[in-house]
């Protein structure tokens, strides 16, 4: 009978210890999920910068806004039409997603 208790106390304190030590791992990994969580925002944003500096070398990401009717550059009359074609084409998107949802609310 004495050892019987002898056991269940031993059992007790390892079932009291492993739930310590497993708490503490919980612990461990909700922290470790939250510094990846910020690390990986931290580098989404570092590797937009990285992307925008280079679209700037390489010259894509030059944008000429012309408010003004006449054009005296060739090249500046094509920047104007593309710019023009680019608003209307977001505009038209605009305009279709605008119905799409509607479209999808009148069907409910």
Known sequence: MEEL???VRKYKKLYKTQKET???VNDQIAQATSH?????DHIKTLQG???AKKKMKDGNGRIIH???HIVTSEEGL???QKQK???EARVQLEVERAQR???TQSAI
Not at 36 to 40: F, H, K, N, P
Request: proline share 0%; glycine share 4%; aromatic share 0%.
């Open 101 to 103: 949802k509607e479209d």
């Open 78 to 80: 094509e920047e104007a």
């Open 22 to 24: 497993l708490k503490e």
């Open 49 to 51: 910068q990285v992307n």
């Open 5 to 7: 208790k002898r056991r």
């Open 66 to 68: 012309i408010g003004s």
């Open 36 to 40: 990846a969580a910020l690390a990986s």
């Open 85 to 87: 074609e680019a608003k």
